[in-house]
């Protein structure tokens, strides 16, 4: 089988095969996969009291993370991210009502 000398840089970024080889010139190639994650998060919370019958609160969170999934063969990776803000405000009034 003759093989351009050009090619052979590009032809070498693929895997050996690792496992059986076939009668008919396929062979099983298994590699270890990794995928590297960072995660974020964190939360935080305040609370007031305005007077005896009034308060209020608010809170904040943070989710964030990436992760670097190979694709097939390994020469390259998808690189994803995401995550969510949330922020809560509450006020809450105490209040009775006479007649």
């Known amino acids: 089988m003759f093989v351009n000398p ?6 070498n970024l693929y895997p050996v095969p690792t496992g059986r080889v076939f009668p008919d010139g396929t062979a099983q190639a298994s590699i270890d ?3 590297p994650t960072n995660e974020d998060y964190g939360m935080a919370r305040m609370d007031f009291r305005l007077s005896d019958k009034d308060s209020f609160y608010w809170r904040y969170m943070v989710d964030t993370g990436t992760s670097s999934f190979p694709r097939p063969g390994a020469i390259t990776a998808d690189l ?5 803000h949330f922020v809560v405000l509450s006020e809450s009034t105490f209040f009775r009502l006479t007649r």
């Open 6 to 11: 050009l090619s052979v840089p590009y032809l």
């Open 33 to 35: 996969v990794s995928i």
């Open 80 to 84: 994803e991210g995401g995550g969510y």
